[in-house]
């Protein structure tokens, strides 16, 4: 916490930085963005900002019981006469809809108003700002799921080169790849054809068979299939990490 001198009650505020990854934390940048946002409001309505407090590397998803310095924020309210809460955006509040109402309610209840430097909806008041501030929730919680969801698909990502042994050494990939800007084996449109080919050949079709199935010749067959059945686990381990979040 960062802690100036208190002035009058009626202009005093307090304000709330927070990232959610410790790399951001490290960076500083986004806590130094968000620094200069609440300064600029906080000057812009008459306001003295009276303490900083920070959560660096905390997820907005979490509650406020695992929110430190959120909770010392809303503590600090009454000791320094603060009646605004300033964000820089509400989503760093929360990026849950259910969590961010109950930490709303908490600085309400400290005698705080929640103020987002961004606007939305908190600088009016009526039903109109209120529907603004719905769905800046549902946008922040709709934004966590695609973080979660890029995250899921990075560490499967990371598995599925691990089983084809990292880099592709050179040369032609094989079918149903081809090769990322970082030099690592990338599924493409036809992967899961090549999967399901190979799979077939590992119950026993023939590769005559598995042309006519798949609507491919005989030669295709078993391009698409001969480098996998000698490490058949590569790609169905490729194929169980990637296929499985796509």
């Excluded at 509400?90 to 809809?97: P, W």
């Excluded at 880099?167 to 090549?194: C, H, I, K, N």
């Amino acid at each position: 916490m960062t802690k100036p001198a208190t002035q009058t009650a009626h202009s005093t505020a307090i304000a709330y930085l927070r990232v959610s990854s410790q790399s951001q934390a490290d960076s500083g940048l986004g806590l130094d963005a968000q620094r200069k946002d609440v300064e600029a409001y906080a000057k812009a309505n008459g306001l003295h900002i009276a303490a900083v407090f920070t959560d660096a590397g905390v997820s907005g998803k979490l509650g406020l019981n695992k929110r430190p310095e959120l909770l010392a924020a809303i503590t600090a309210a009454a000791e320094l006469g603060a009646e605004t809460l300033i964000v820089g955006k509400l989503c760093r509040l929360s990026r849950d809809v259910m969590n961010s109402l109950l930490i709303e309610k908490a600085v309400n209840g400290a005698g705080m108003e929640v103020k987002s430097a961004a606007g939305e909806g908190t600088d009016q008041e009526g039903a109109s700002a209120q529907l603004l501030k719905g769905m800046m929730r549902l946008i922040a919680a709709h934004e966590a799921s695609i973080i979660g969801e890029r995250t899921k698909k990075a560490l499967a990502a990371k598995k599925a080169r691990s089983a084809i042994d990292g880099t592709w050494a050179g040369g032609r990939p094989p079918a149903g790849f081809t090769v990322d800007s970082e030099g690592f084996l990338f599924p493409t449109d036809g992967f899961d054809l090549v999967v399901k080919a190979v799979s077939l050949r590992l119950n026993g079709m023939s590769l005559v068979k598995v042309g006519k199935e798949l609507g491919i010749s005989e030669n295709k067959a078993y391009r698409w299939t001969a480098r996998w059945m000698a490490n058949p686990k590569a790609l169905l381990a490729y194929a169980d990490a990637y296929v499985a979040v796509s």
